[in-house]
């Protein structure tokens, strides 16, 4: 059975800091997987999704991700935080077959000036 | 390319009443999702539409909760009777086909339950 675990409910950094939202996942094949965010009041939207054609994934709005899976981790990476970053992250995981994905419980990105 | 409509964007009932939601997915998408989003949580999926065809609807409360997708195009979610806990926000998405295509979602509906 897939699952998905997101470490740490909350994140707080400062404005110009890297940020690191962690995301580990459970797969007995090779998974698709995706980060979403979600702004206050709005749906979900795609940040950036691994389908094994590149273990390092370039999504919007300059954040990144890679594909370990040795550590069975897809965490998001951006190298510098602004403000308008923070948001709700959820990472999820889809089994290739393409009949169900799995959201993790979310990350809240908080961004200090 | 208009989005994922949904309606309406808040409702309030009293527990027993019942309220019903609507999507409309983007045009040519074949798949739509229901997930139920509880304050604090990741989306959960309630059921899952192929065309006219339910997929998965294995987390569906189908004692209380019932969802139709008429013509393959909008669909509308019920819950009947409701209960405090199904205070959530209610999302509905779509995909070109499958769930390893992008999922795009619309704003979702707010309800609360007195």
């Known amino acids: 059975a897939q699952s998905v675990t997101q470490l740490g409910s909350h994140v707080s950094v400062s404005e110009g800091a890297l940020v690191l939202l962690r995301c580990n996942y459970s797969?007995?094949?090779?998974?698709?997987l995706f980060w979403y965010v979600q702004y206050p009041n709005q749906g979900l939207q795609l940040l950036l999704k691994?389908?094994?054609?590149?273990?390092l994934v370039k999504g919007i709005n300059g954040f990144e991700a890679e594909f370990k899976k040795s550590e069975t981790s897809f965490h998001l990476t951006k190298p510098s935080a602004h403000m308008s970053d923070a948001a709700e992250y959820f990472c999820?995981?889809?089994?290739?077959?393409?009949?169900?994905?799995?959201f993790g419980a979310g990350t809240r990105l908080f961004v200090k000036a | 390319e208009a989005g994922v409509a949904q309606s309406p964007r808040y409702k309030i009932i009293e527990k027993r009443q019942s309220v019903a939601f609507w999507c409309n997915p983007i045009?040519?998408?074949?798949?739509l999702y229901w997930y139920q989003q509880i304050l604090g949580q990741g989306p959960k999926l309630l059921i899952q539409?192929?065309?006219?065809?339910?997929?998965?609807d294995s987390q569906l409360p189908k004692d209380r909760f019932s969802a139709e997708r008429l013509k393959g195009v909008d669909s509308t979610l019920k819950i009947q009777p409701a209960k405090l806990e199904d205070s959530a926000v209610y999302l509905c998405?779509?995909?070109?086909?499958?769930?390893?295509?992008?999922?795009?979602f619309g704003p979702g509906t707010r309800l609360t339950v007195l």
């Open positions: 998405a779509s995909s070109l086909w499958k769930t390893t295509d992008t999922q795009y």
């Open positions: 797969s007995s094949v090779p998974p698709y």
């Open positions: 691994y389908t094994s054609a590149a273990t």
């Open positions: 999820a995981v889809s089994d290739t077959g393409g009949f169900k994905t799995i």
């Open positions: 045009s040519g998408h074949a798949t």
């Open positions: 539409f192929q065309n006219n065809g339910v997929v998965d």
